[in-house]
């Protein structure tokens, strides 16, 4: 088990041991697990003293964004930017979090990048209570996500600027990846905003005015990104379609090219091969101006089929 602890007394931060930090009282205590093995269930409920339904919550392998309130706690989960390889269907890190007057405990199975800067904001003095704490957990995230939501929207408008025929299979990979990621981010940012709006309206002590104020910022920013994100699955669903038309409109055009050269040659082919036959009796198979006249019944078939096609207009 690994992880820091955080006591806030008086606007001042200390870090402090993980197996002391609850024994002292303070405006705040913040323990920081990173850990998804047994010894740190075992801390959860021997030491932290916390109900099994709360351990089982903080320590779950699998979790989505909710907000449950427990007493005069409130067990929230959150997702966010993680540094490690995430996986296109589980894009973003999982954050858990109980919450009482005075107290913390976060748990991540991954590491999450907004846990550096809420660290930076606590050694800071900025932050004085678990409201503080939890809000600017709710900001950092939404704060980090915003940009590749707008990096997706951007990809999007790129290939849609780009369309064209011959790049049909590089677009049509490109749009795939967005629509993945999309798909990936919106599964957690529409629960996300749901958990931070019950976290708000929750009637915890606790929770200060400004607290509330942040943490509906926070769930209208993710609520924003989750319609931007529907708006660029739709959109790569219609992009999808115009790839595909331009691709079927591409075999269309080479089979016409290739039914036309097909026209050309047909009666060539049969005259040729008339003429190819080794037997007797062909009309002028002696003669020396035989081979030139029949070269040029073929260029001047040739040509009345090239001009019939044009004037219908089979080249386009």
């Known amino acids: 088990m690994s992880g820091f602890a955080y006591r806030v007394a008086d606007g001042t931060a200390e870090r402090i041991d993980i197996q002391n930090a609850l024994e002292t009282p303070s405006d705040l205590v913040w323990v920081h697990l990173t850990s998804n093995n047994e010894q740190a269930k075992a801390w959860l409920g021997d030491v932290a003293k916390l109900p ?39 894009p973003l890190a999982s954050l858990r979090i109980w919450a009482t007057a005075g107290r913390v405990i976060s748990v991540t199975r991954r590491s999450l990048t907004a846990v550096d800067d809420v660290t930076k904001q606590i050694e800071g003095g900025t932050i004085r209570d678990p409201g503080d704490l939890i809000a600017e957990f709710a900001v950092a995230i939404t704060e980090e996500l915003d940009p590749e939501v707008a990096d997706l929207g951007d990809s999007l408008d790129d290939c849609e600027a780009d369309l064209d025929a011959d790049r049909v299979f590089v677009l049509r990979r490109n749009v795939t990846k967005v629509r993945v990621a999309a798909i990936g981010y919106r599964r957690f940012l529409t629960p996300q905003r749901a958990a931070l709006e019950k976290l708000a309206s929750l009637p915890c002590d606790w929770l200060q005015d400004d607290d509330r104020l942040h943490l509906a910022s926070a769930a209208d920013r993710a609520a924003r990104m989750a319609e931007e994100l529907e708006s660029i699955r739709e959109r790569s669903a219609l992009m999808h379609e115009a790839l595909t038309d331009l691709r079927a409109e591409q075999i269309d055009s080479r089979s016409l090219l290739i039914s036309i050269v097909a026209l050309i040659f047909l009666p060539l082919t049969f005259l040729t091969g008339l003429y190819g036959m080794n037997v007797e009796g062909l009309p002028f198979a002696k003669e020396p101006w035989a081979f030139d006249v029949i070269g040029g019944i073929c260029i001047a078939i040739t040509v009345g089929i090239i001009g019939y096609f044009s004037v219908k207009r089979w080249f386009g």
């Open 52 to 90: 099994d339904y709360v351990v089982e919550a903080l320590t779950t392998s699998e979790s989505r964004p909710r907000c449950e309130a427990l007493g005069d706690g409130a067990i929230l989960n959150l997702r966010g930017r993680s540094n490690e390889a995430m996986t296109t269907s589980d």
